[in-house]
């Protein structure tokens, strides 16, 4: 079924049932995906539960503590390998994006040097014959050991409206991170500013029954600032890897040259973002929370 609350239905139900869908395709891509399309989809499926559990997280009570702290770290157990992948990936990306105005060929050995950091991250994280990468049986373990927690979730306050008070929440601290975003610019407010964005994304998703059109142009474009600003935290960690031991043997002058392209990348990325980052909070949290408890009113019985 859709990553869609059914808002007909009892919420601690709904709650539940989706949390246990995302389960169900986590495991399920452990066993079917690649190694790397099986760790997208965990981590994933782990950011759509934790979205989830702040959403109802009022009414969880001291719960939602405990759980969201399990997805957390479950998604942090394969964080590893996707990150290096990632590396690669915003390298070969960038140098795309500059490919009219550069010669990849300077860069060559900052390459070979981002992908030796990936293959010895795939080396470190396989198993002694070097057969996985992944440990797919101590994940399923941990997956079928959430789906027993997720069983046992009960909220406090049942009312199918218990979801208002988390989105409210929510959208407070997209609102609070954005602008902390804007007059610091630093990595860790817009990393922690996209981390809001993609919270409120899936709530829109979550709660897209009570106006199926707007919000899901609304979630489309929490989604696309979630990426400008995802790709431009990529470029960060890229930036700072430059920096690393084994790239002191490329001459200063290459990774100077690279790191130059990555800061006029950002710069373009956080223009784009800024005005798309207002317009999605330019509603205060009170008329926000006002325009969608009208919605669920205006809702048929």
């Not at 130059?260 to 710069?267: D, G, H, K, N």
């Amino acid at each position: 079924m859709p990553y869609r609350l059914d808002l007909s239905q009892p919420l601690e139900d709904e709650t539940r049932r989706i949390a246990l869908e995302q389960i169900a395709r986590a495991r399920r891509a452990l066993l079917e995906a690649p190694p790397v399309e099986a760790i997208h989809e965990l981590r994933k499926c782990c950011k759509k539960i934790r979205a989830l559990l702040r959403l109802v997280r009022p009414a969880l009570g001291k719960r939602y503590a405990r759980e969201n702290r399990r997805f957390r770290d479950l998604a942090r157990q394969v964080s590893g390998r996707r990150d290096e992948q990632v590396l690669l990936e915003t390298f070969d990306a960038l140098l795309a994006h500059y490919r009219d105005e550069i010669d990849r060929r300077h860069y060559t050995a900052i390459r070979a040097r981002l992908k030796a950091r990936r293959e010895r991250t795939l080396a470190d994280e396989s198993g002694v014959n070097g057969e996985s990468a992944v440990d797919t049986p101590a994940l399923e373990a941990a997956l079928d050991e959430a789906r027993q927690a997720v069983l046992g979730w009960r909220l406090k306050d049942a009312q199918r409206d218990a979801w208002q008070a988390g989105l409210a929440m929510t959208y407070r601290r997209l609102d609070d991170a954005g602008e902390t975003a804007a007059e610091e610019g630093s990595v860790v407010a817009l990393h922690e500013w996209r981390k809001r964005v993609k919270y409120h994304r899936y709530h829109c998703e979550l709660l897209r029954s009570l106006w199926k059109a707007p919000l899901t142009v609304r979630a489309e474009e929490a989604h696309r600032l979630s990426d400008l600003l995802g790709d431009d935290h990529d470029l960060a960690m890229l930036a700072a890897a430059l920096d690393d031991a084994d790239m002191q043997r490329i001459s200063a002058e290459r990774r100077q040259a690279l790191g130059s392209l990555v800061a006029r990348r950002r710069l373009s990325l956080q223009r784009s973002a800024m005005p798309l980052g207002t317009r999605l909070a330019a509603e205060s949290p009170k008329a926000l929370s006002k325009r969608f408890k009208r919605y669920r009113r205006a809702l048929p019985s």
